[in-house]
């Protein structure tokens, strides 16, 4: 099989799966599977023959794809920032929404002389990362209450070679966050209420942990906890989904931050929410 032909064919199978993208998928994933080959590269060579192991392992890609299972985890790497990092189904997938709430974070601790960050709820350690990529003096703490999400992000903190400023632990909200430690405390925490999750596309329902999507309490809890982690003047912040924008910055006022606002992502919906903890 050419790649022209193997191109054709999974563009074609994509699209019956119902994958909007199936063009730029198709390209992804036979690069992937040429030995990570420059898309740019495929349209030169689409006369070229895939060898036996190309062919197999394209193959294979592109039936997991078909059942809907995530791109990034067919890939099983995906962009963050400047990082890429390595996923799969122990945790939630990067988003580009979760790279404002690092740009948002990132305004709280310039300028500041080896801040103390925490990301609670880390998964795949996207947000740590990116954060002690980005200023490197940064001490980071990243929390995530299930193991597999944490060995994820200790495969990511040795694959980025971030070593040193970012420890990493197992440990959920109960037993609380620490006193008067960080300058900043960020999360994602799960925001999709039960009812919404059956609305979701088959490759968020079907295959992300439910555990970091569904929302149980833990916006309101991260936002209690934080009280007490923050030095006083430092801030929180947490994303959210664009219908609850206003609901968690009522709550941050309600507990006593300072200048809550509500920044949009990309596509103009809440997104943000971050506060300055008075002390």
Known sequence: MTLGDGL???TARLAEAGI???RLEAELLLSKACDDCARALLYAELDRELSDEQETAFERQVARREKREPLAYVLGEWGFRRLT?????????????????????LTHIHGLQAPEVLDVGTGTGAIALAIADEIPDARVT??????????????????TGINGRVRLAQRDLTSGLGEKQFDLVVSNPPY?????LETLQPEVRDWEPHVALVASGATEAVARAATEALRPG???V???SATKG?????????LGYEQVTITPDLAGRDRVVEGRWRG
């Open 85 to 105: 990092l390595k996923t799969d189904r122990r945790a939630l997938i990067p988003r580009p929404e979760t790279e404002v709430v690092v740009e948002r974070a």
């Open 20 to 22: 909007e993208s199936a």
């Open 234 to 236: 430092r801030w929180l």
């Open 142 to 159: 990243a929390i995530d209450a299930s193991a597999d999400a944490l060995a994820l992000a200790r495969e990511n903190l040795d694959l």
């Open 238 to 240: 947490l994303e959210t």
């Open 8 to 10: 054709a064919r999974a």
């Open 192 to 196: 999709v209420e039960p009812e919404e």
């Open 246 to 254: 206003e609901r968690v910055e009522r709550l941050l006022a309600e």
